[in-house]
T-cell receptor, first 113, second 115 residues
Framework: DGGITQSPKYLFRKEGQNVTLSCEQNLNHDAMYWYRQDPGQGLRLIYY???????QKGDIAEGYSVSREKKESFPLTVTSAQKNPTAFYLC????????????FGAGTRLSVL | KNQVEQSPQSLIILEGKNCTLQCNYTVSPFSNLRWYKQDTGRGPVSLTI?????NTKSNGRYTATLDADTKQSSLHITASQLSDSASYIC??????????????FGQGTELSVKP
């Protein structure tokens, strides 16, 4: 099946712990994105990458880190510096740059213990 | 400030009825506008995408309209079904010189279809 796979579906973080959310795509898309979704708010961009080994900060990058070592993979690490990590995290990928459709994964719900 | 505002925030309709969701935006320069459907606990799925030169686009029972002059879009759902219950998100692509497009997301309209 072609698509974007996020794992795990649910994740719990302890105080002071770093956790990593996985995002894999087999759509051969160059661009990948990480968004955070909070209740009653629009999706907010955390980080994005338009090509392997390159990524840029989005609107709310503080407390997060990413890597893009392979075209298919764009993992997101939620560090202990992110003081309010509880949210629904969505990964997306797209081809092209301007007129494109972003395809989203099923999401990871992160909660703090 | 580039913003996308959706109304209503939530909507309850009976199965079989039609409904219209609204999206107003202040994004400029504008590249394209998309409507996504997001089921609870799932990722958004694209319904339609329109450039500034398109006035309407359909996808089955979903019809989106765009008025680039007034910066308004609507999503009309015909003969609603229980499976239409979801959040509908309006997304506008903001054209940034030499950087491609940046997406501005609305907060979504929560639609509930009752039997």
């Amino acid at each position: 099946d072609g698509g974007i796979t996020q794992s795990p579906k649910y994740l719990f973080r302890k105080e002071g712990q770093n956790v990593t959310l996985s995002c894999e795509q087999n759509l051969n898309h160059d661009a990948m994105y990480w968004y955070r979704q909070d209740p009653g708010q629009g999706l907010r961009l955390i980080y994005y990458s338009q090509i392997v080994n390159d990524f840029q900060k989005g609107d709310i990058a503080e407390g997060y880190s990413v890597s893009r070592e392979k075209k298919e993979s764009f993992p997101l690490t939620v560090t202990s510096a992110q003081k309010n990590p509880t949210a629904f995290y969505l990964c997306a990928s797209a081809s092209g740059r301007v007129v494109n459709i972003q395809y989203f994964g099923a999401g990871t719900r992160l909660s703090v213990l | 400030k580039n913003q996308v505002e959706q109304s209503p925030q939530s909507l309850i309709i009976l199965e079989g009825k039609n409904c219209t969701l609204q999206c107003n935006y202040t994004v400029s320069p504008f590249s394209n506008l998309r409507w996504y459907k997001q089921d609870t606990g799932r990722g958004p799925v694209s319904l339609t995408i329109m450039t500034f030169s398109e006035n309407t686009k359909s996808n089955g029972r979903y019809t989106a309209t765009l008025d680039a002059d007034t910066k308004q879009s609507s999503l009309h759902i015909t003969a609603s079904q229980l499976s239409d219950s979801a959040s509908y998100i309006c997304v506008v692509s903001w054209l940034i010189y030499n950087q491609g497009g940046k997406l501005i997301f609305g907060q979504g309209t929560e639609l509930s279809v009752k039997p």
